[in-house]
């Protein structure tokens, strides 16, 4: 029993330590999930809700429109393919794209571009209770398959990311993203320890 109280007032020391966080962007980094879209289905058709990181977060759509595409390749002010194998995701005209996980996030990030005719869209990050945490810009360069990466760590848990474009319409594509969620509850304890250790030295 003491035991357990002890565990839960660690983890509840490093849940406050993680509440003072910032959002930081990052370079690029391998996540514990890793998507592509390489296996996720249906493929050609616009649909406003897919499974990603092998079934353990999920993307919808933002506003109105036809939804999300897993595609080959997209023309319009430009042409897009994918970064690395057979695919990419982007959202239609005027739809943005939420990114949500089972597991809160501590680092997130991708390859992006746009077949637009401007750069730039943005990520807003939310933690568990919907609570804004920030933004950061997403580089989301025009141009053909113009794909540059953008990431970020927390050590305030992200529960979802919502990324639009800077100009409404914008297409902004997606590839190659990476996840990487909390530690289970005994590491966070572990970290804890660790941080109430070298307080008191």
Do not use: C
Not at 136 to 150: L, R, T, V
Not at 156 to 165: A, D, G, L, Q, R
């Amino acid at each position: 029993m003491k035991r357990s109280k002890v565990i839960v007032t660690l983890v509840a020391f490093a849940a406050a330590g993680l509440a003072t966080a910032q959002i930081t962007p990052i370079p690029p980094f391998a996540g514990q999930y890793a998507e592509g879209f390489e296996t996720v289905q249906p493929r050609f058709q616009f649909l406003p809700h897919y499974d990603v990181f092998g079934g353990v977060g999920d993307i919808s759509q933002i506003g109105a429109g036809q939804g999300l595409h897993i595609t080959t390749g997209w023309s319009y002010y430009y042409v897009t393919y994918p970064r690395s194998g057979e695919v990419f995701m982007g959202p239609t005209y005027g739809v943005g794209v939420k990114w949500e996980f089972d597991v809160p996030a501590t680092r997130f990030g991708g390859y992006f571009t746009t077949n637009y005719q401007s750069s730039g869209a943005t990520a807003k990050f939310f933690d568990e209770n919907g609570r804004e945490l920030g933004q950061q810009p997403i580089k989301a360069i025009a141009g053909n398959s113009a794909w540059e990466w953008d990431g970020w760590s927390s050590s305030t848990p992200i529960k979802y990311v919502e990324i639009t474009s800077n100009y409404g319409a914008g297409h902004i594509m997606h590839d190659d993203m990476q996840y990487t969620p909390i530690p289970e509850p005994a590491s966070l304890a572990l970290l804890a320890l660790a941080g109430l250790i070298l307080r008191r030295r």
